[in-house]
């Protein structure tokens, strides 16, 4: 079946050292994104990317990084530089036109300990 | 810049009682998406419903139902006979679609309670 993988569902951090999330999608999406979710926040966007070798930051990139080497992944990196990088994180893709046809992944928990 | 909001932060009803949930979006584009999303406690996103901004048909799936209304920007959700399992955090959303990419702009959801 086609969708998206997350991996993993929890993660734990130590302050000062950098993490990286896994987004891996096999439904030949051209675009793929990253939000975060805060309680009472919704979901904000770190960063998209519409074509490989290709990035965007979204409305709060600071301290985050990411890569779009291969159509089918797009992982993300919580550097020590974010200061608060405990949250949900959402990876989702989409066919890249408006419009929809966005699916999300299931997730993947970050906490700082 | 798009704008999304759901002012009602968190609702309780018992269940069987119908439920409205508000959201009113901001855009300059004439072209754009509206959705709900909702989300069960395990996290994941469900998507419920995409409207383009051409159709302000209402539209009726089960007990859910939704009300378009361009002329004040708004995109309400209905729940007709509330039942426990429609407890979660519903989110709604935005999309441009003249603006050359298509990223989802998301309100800060409201938390539904459903009580036997």
């Known amino acids: 079946d086609g969708g998206i993988t997350q991996s993993p569902k929890y993660l734990f951090r130590k302050e000062g050292q950098n993490v990286t999330l896994s987004c891996e999608q096999n439904?030949?999406?051209?675009?793929m994104y990253w939000y975060r979710q805060d309680p009472g926040q919704g979901l904000r966007l770190i960063y998209y990317?519409?074509?490989?070798?290709?990035?965007q930051k979204g409305d709060i990139a600071e301290g985050y990084s990411v890569s779009r080497e291969k159509k089918e992944s797009f992982p993300l990196t919580v550097t020590s530089a974010q200061k608060n990088p405990t949250a949900f994180y959402l990876c989702?893709?989409?066919?890249?036109?408006?419009?929809?046809?966005?699916?999300f992944g299931s997730g993947t928990r970050l906490t700082v300990v | 810049a798009q704008k999304v909001t759901q002012a009602q932060t968190e609702i309780s009803v018992v269940e069987k009682e119908d439920v409205t949930l508000d959201c009113v979006y901001e855009?300059?584009?004439?072209?754009?998406?509206l959705f709900w999303y909702k989300q069960p406690p395990s996290g994941e996103l469900v998507f419920l419903i995409r409207?383009?901004?051409?159709?302000?048909q209402n539209e009726i799936s089960g007990r859910y139902s939704w009300n378009f209304q361009k002329s004040t920007s708004s995109f309400n959700f209905t729940i007709t006979a509330s039942q426990v399992v429609d407890s979660a955090v519903y989110f709604c959303?935005?999309?441009?679609?003249?603006?050359?990419?298509?990223?989802?702009?998301f309100g800060k959801g409201t938390m539904l309670l459903v009580s036997p």
């Open positions: 989702a893709s989409s066919p890249g036109t408006g419009g929809g046809g966005y699916t």
């Open positions: 439904l030949n999406h051209d675009a």
């Open positions: 990317s519409q074509i490989v070798n290709d990035f």
């Open positions: 855009t300059r584009d004439t072209t754009y998406y």
């Open positions: 409207r383009n901004s051409f159709d302000e």
């Open positions: 959303a935005l999309s441009e679609a003249q603006s050359g990419y298509s990223t989802l702009t």
